[in-house]
Nanobody
Framework: QVQLVESGGGLVQAGGSLRLSCAAS????????MGWYRQAPGNQRELVAS???????NYSDSVKGRFTISRDNARKTVYLQMNSLKPEDTAVYSCMLYTGTFQYWGQGTQVTVSS
């Protein structure tokens, strides 16, 4: 059974930075695409960033140039470095693992950016 555990969320002032981590309990981590999603109250969940098994990266337009996704296959962990945070980045951030057939989700971590 795949489990994903996010950490690193919290309260930060606008302009600040946070680094989210998502640790996966999976037999072979490197075989799976990974993504970070977020959901703000009243909004639909949206893709923030994704990284494939061969390192191809995609960002939403709203975070390009501010957020960086990376993965460490040896540690079975995906990261999201978030810089220049804005109040509109406030949301629950969740990581997703995609096997090519199934999606698995973490519980999420709250990120709150104060103005």
């Amino acid at each position: 059974q795949v489990q994903l555990v996010e950490s690193g969320g919290g309260l930060v002032q606008a302009g600040g930075s946070l680094r989210l981590s998502c640790a996966a309990s999976v037999h072979i981590f490197s075989n799976n695409d990974m993504g970070w999603y977020r959901q703000a109250p009243g909004n639909q969940r949206e893709l923030v960033a994704s990284i494939t098994t061969d390192g191809r990266i995609n960002y939403s337009d709203s975070v390009k140039g501010r957020f960086t996704i990376s993965r460490d296959n040896a540690r079975k962990t995906v990261y999201l470095q978030m810089n220049s945070l804005k109040p509109e980045d406030t949301a629950v951030y969740s990581c997703m693992l995609y096997t090519g057939t199934f999606q698995y989700w973490g519980q999420g971590t709250q990120v709150t950016v104060s103005s």
